[in-house]
């Protein structure tokens, strides 16, 4: 497909927060359990600098190959000459450690673009979905951001040892999003989604993106609304 500019497309805290729970539902057919839910969209602001970093609109960092027939988008340490000619500096070390690492096939040379932050957002889901990612799913229903963090690593969603170590900071933002009550409406445990309670978990997204947006809930999109941002 085509390569495109790694161009930024940040979405605020509340709207990531707005538009999880919808995207959940759709992809996994339940209801996420409070915890699940606070700790993936730590995730997110983590992975993601609280919404502001993300580029082509991938929540995740999916990353691609341009033979995989989908758009992407080259980082910043692919190309070397540029990295090269930059003064040097802590970054510009680790630009050309991870040159090095992408040729030995150790860090992605591209990443997805998604043409909606919500086809985004479904991607990695649908990956959190898949059965190796399992663990994690089940570390973040306990609560617990310790194990969160080492599911994360164990899993190898993020292979880095310094992810290994990061549950202080997963649980600090979970901290702020439980304070902020974006999840306040749901159970502790998952449970199956029948038409009328899944309809009404889409609703709820609607109602959080128009507290959130300032907006009357008649002037908020329908759930693919909010998730095709």
């Not at 995207?23 to 992975?47: C, H, K, N, S, T």
């Not at 957002?121 to 963090?149: H, N, T």
């Not at 609607?206 to 300032?214: F, H, I, K, M, P």
Request: proline fraction near 7%.
């Amino acid at each position: 497909m085509t390569q495109v500019p790694a161009t930024a497309t940040p979405l605020t805290r509340d709207a990531t927060a707005a538009m999880l729970v919808p995207a959940y539902v759709e992809v996994f057919g339940e209801m996420p359990d409070q915890q699940r839910a606070e700790l993936l969209l730590a995730l997110i602001w983590i992975e993601n600098a609280n919404g502001q970093s993300f580029i082509q609109r991938n929540w995740g960092n999916l990353a691609t190959k341009p033979s995989a027939g989908v758009d992407y988008w080259r980082p910043s340490w692919f190309d070397l000459a540029q990295v090269e000619a930059m003064p040097d500096s802590p970054k510009k070390a680790r630009l050309l450690d991870l040159h090095a690492r992408m040729l030995a096939g150790k860090a992605p040379e591209a990443f997805r673009a998604f043409a909606t932050h919500g086809d985004g957002l479904r991607a990695w889901l649908r990956l959190l979905k898949s059965p190796g990612m399992k663990p994690v799913l089940d570390a973040a229903s306990s609560g617990d951001a310790v194990a969160f963090a080492h599911a994360i690593f164990s899993s190898r969603y993020c292979p880095d040892p310094e992810c290994r170590a990061a549950g202080p900071s997963y649980a600090r933002t979970r901290d702020l999003i439980h304070a902020a009550g974006y999840f306040d409406g749901l159970k502790k445990k998952s449970a199956e989604v029948g038409p009328d309670l899944g309809l009404s978990f889409f609703f709820l997204g609607r109602q959080l993106a128009a507290r959130t947006c300032g907006k009357k809930l008649g002037d908020v999109g329908a759930p693919n609304g909010i998730g095709d941002a």
